[in-house]
């Protein structure tokens, strides 16, 4: 099976974390036969500097669009 997962790395320790969450993810997937699109988006104070809003619409859009959502830290 193919699952698209919104990854949500937030700031802080966010980032460490979904990466570490991503390769469990990879390794699952290979063991079991399943495949996980991985498509970032833009939350909390990283998305500030980038776009002035802590969530932008372009965030909020592709998780509804999403399978899943794995959201790190958030400050």
Do not use: Q, R, W
């Amino acid at each position: 099976m193919t699952y698209n997962i919104a990854l949500l790395k937030g700031d802080g320790i966010g980032p460490e974390i979904v990466d570490s969450a991503v390769e469990v993810l990879n390794a699952v997937g290979k063991k079991f036969g399943h495949t996980f699109n991985f498509t970032p988006y833009l939350i909390g104070g990283s998305a500030i500097d980038a776009t002035g809003k802590p969530l932008p619409e372009e965030t909020v859009k592709g998780c509804l669009a999403s399978d899943s959502v794995l959201l790190g830290a958030v400050g």
